[in-house]
C-alpha cells in the first residue's frame, strides 16, 4: 500500500476510494467509485487519484480507445498525441470497426502528453475578464508608463517602448514636442483625479479614464482646477481615456481633454506586439480590446437579431457619419433600449428616433397645449406625407399621452443584405428620406 503526507495535517495519506450515488431513470441507483486518497488520521482530507484509463480496442496502431470510470470512453490519436471528447463507451463501439489491443503503449505517458482536443475551442481566461472596474484600468496604464523610465529599458525593452510611446501620443495630441524622460512621477486618485503623471518636474499628464461611463457635473475643469492649484507651474496635457464608446465628446474638448480613444490605444498595444512584446498583462490588454472592437464591428458580420449592446452602438456611429443626430442608452419600464434620435428640419416639435429595430417619428407637446388634439392632427399630417412619399410610416397599436408621444413609426427600416447582414449604406439612404 502506498503512503505520502497529508497537507492538511502531517499524517499519512493511503490508498482508498470515495462512492458517488446518483439515481437511474428507472428509480434505480448507481454507485460510482473513485480511485483517491485519505488521511489515516481522518482529518477530512481526500484527493482524487489520478485515473490511468483501460485500453479495450484499437484501429490499427494509429488510434486506440481508452475506457474510463462510469462506461465513459475517449478515443487517443497516437501519432497526433490528441484525446478526443468522452463518449458511452457503446456508442463508440458501434460507430467504428474496433481490433482487440495487442499492443504495449506507456498508456499513462500518452495521455499525459496528450493534447484535449476540446481546448482547440477554448479561449485563455483574461485577466480584464474579471478586472472590469477603471480602478484595474488606471492601475495597468500606471503600470505601462512606469515603464518608460530609462533602466526599465534593460529590462524589457519592447515594453519600455510601448510605455514610450503611449506617453508619445499623449505629448503628440497636445502638439507638445515629446522630451526626454529623465523622471516620471505617478499618483493614483490624486483630488479624485484617475491619474496624474508628472514627468520631469514640467509637465501634468492627467488621464481621466471612463471606461463604461460618461464625464458629468463639470468634474473635467474642476480637476484641471485642482492640479493647477497644487502645481501652478506645470504644464497640464489633459487626456479623457476611453476604451468604449460614447454619442460625442464636446464636453470633454470644451473642457481642455482630448480625448485619447479605444483605437488609438489598440495601434500601440500591436506596435508592441509586432516588437516582440511577451508580457501576459499587456498581452491581456490587448485581447480585451481587440475583443471590445470585434464587438462594436459586429453589426456589419452578424446578422440583425444577434446584435448585442456594442452591435448597435457600432451601427448608430456609421449612421452619425452621415445623419447628424445622437445615441445613448435609453432606460424605461420595459427594460430600456439604445437608441439614436435626431431633429426634423421641417417641423421642430418633431425628431425621429431610431429604438433599434424600429423607426419612430416623435412629437413634442409644450405645456398647456392640447396634447389629444395636437396628436390626431400631427398623425394625420404624417401619415399623409408618408403615402405621399412612400415613407411606410404606421400609426402605432398603442398612443401615449405624455409630453412626448410616438405618432408613427416603421419596422423594416434596416436594409438588409442577402445574408441578412445590414446593408449600411442603404440603410443611411433610407433614413435620409425622413
Not at 431513470?25 to 489515516?40: F, L, Q, R, S
Not at 481633454?257 to 506596435?271: A, D, E, G, Q
Not at 499587456?282 to 458580420?301: C, G, I, M, P, V
Not at 456594442?310 to 456609421?318: K, L, S
Request: proline share 3%; with cysteine.
Amino acid at each position: 500500500m502506498k503512503s505520502s503526507i497529508c497537507p492538511c495535517c502531517g499524517g499519512e495519506l493511503v490508498e482508498d476510494a470515495w462512492e458517488s450515488i446518483r439515481n437511474r431513470e428507472d428509480g434505480g441507483i448507481v454507485i460510482d467509485v473513485y480511485p483517491a486518497y485519505t488521511c489515516k488520521d481522518q482529518c477530512g482530507f481526500v484527493k482524487q487519484k489520478k485515473e490511468i484509463p483501460e485500453v479495450i480496442a484499437q484501429q490499427g496502431k494509429d488510434r486506440l480507445l481508452l475506457l474510463y470510470s462510469n462506461q465513459q470512453a475517449r478515443i487517443l490519436d497516437v501519432l497526433d498525441l490528441v484525446l478526443w471528447p468522452p463518449m458511452h463507451v457503446d456508442s463508440l463501439l458501434s460507430k467504428d470497426y474496433w481490433e482487440e489491443y495487442n499492443g504495449d503503449f506507456n498508456i499513462e505517458e500518452l495521455v499525459g502528453n496528450a493534447r484535449d482536443s476540446r481546448s482547440a475551442s477554448l479561449e485563455a481566461p483574461n485577466l480584464f475578464q474579471f478586472a472590469t472596474s477603471e480602478l484595474s484600468q488606471d492601475a495597468f496604464l500606471c503600470w505601462l508608463m512606469s515603464w518608460s523610465e530609462q533602466p526599465y529599458r534593460t529590462l524589457d525593452r519592447p515594453l519600455h517602448e510601448a510605455a514610450m510611446e503611449f506617453i508619445a501620443v499623449i505629448f503628440n495630441v497636445h502638439n507638445i514636442p515629446v522630451p526626454v524622460i529623465e523622471t516620471i512621477i505617478i499618483k493614483r486618485q490624486f483630488k479624485s483625479l484617475d491619474i496624474l503623471a508628472i514627468i520631469n518636474d514640467t509637465y501634468a499628464i492627467l488621464i481621466e479614464d471612463k471606461t463604461y461611463t460618461k464625464n458629468h457635473s463639470n468634474q473635467l475643469l474642476r480637476y484641471r482646477d485642482a492640479i493647477k492649484i497644487e502645481y501652478p507651474t506645470l504644464i497640464q496635457l489633459p487626456i479623457y481615456y476611453k476604451i468604449t464608446d460614447q454619442s460625442h465628446y464636446q464636453s470633454v474638448i470644451n473642457a481642455g481633454y482630448v480625448p485619447f480613444k479605444r483605437i488609438m490605444m489598440l495601434r500601440i498595444l500591436i506596435n508592441g506586439i509586432n516588437k516582440g512584446i511577451k508580457n501576459t498583462i499587456f498581452l491581456d490588454y490587448y485581447r480585451h480590446l481587440q475583443k471590445l472592437e470585434e464587438s462594436y464591428s459586429a453589426n456589419r458580420t452578424k446578422r440583425v437579431a444577434e446584435w448585442d449592446a456594442y452591435a448597435w452602438q457600432g451601427f448608430y456611429q456609421e449612421i452619425q457619419k452621415e445623419i447628424d443626430g445622437d445615441w445613448d442608452y435609453v432606460s424605461n419600464r420595459s427594460g430600456g433600449f439604445w437608441g439614436f434620435w435626431w431633429e426634423s428640419k421641417k417641423q421642430k416639435n418633431y425628431y425621429m428616433q431610431l429604438e433599434q429595430e424600429k423607426l419612430c417619428l416623435k412629437i413634442v407637446v409644450e405645456d398647456g397645449e392640447n396634447r389629444q388634439k395636437l396628436r390626431e392632427e400631427a398623425i394625420r399630417e404624417i401619415l399623409y406625407e408618408s403615402e405621399l412619399n412612400s415613407l411606410r410610416l404606421k400609426k402605432p397599436t398603442r398612443l401615449g399621452t405624455g409630453k412626448t408621444m410616438t405618432i408613427a413609426q416603421r419596422t423594416d427600416y434596416i436594409q438588409l443584405n442577402l445574408d441578412e447582414t445590414v446593408n449600411i449604406q442603404r440603410t443611411i439612404d433610407e433614413l435620409k428620406k425622413y
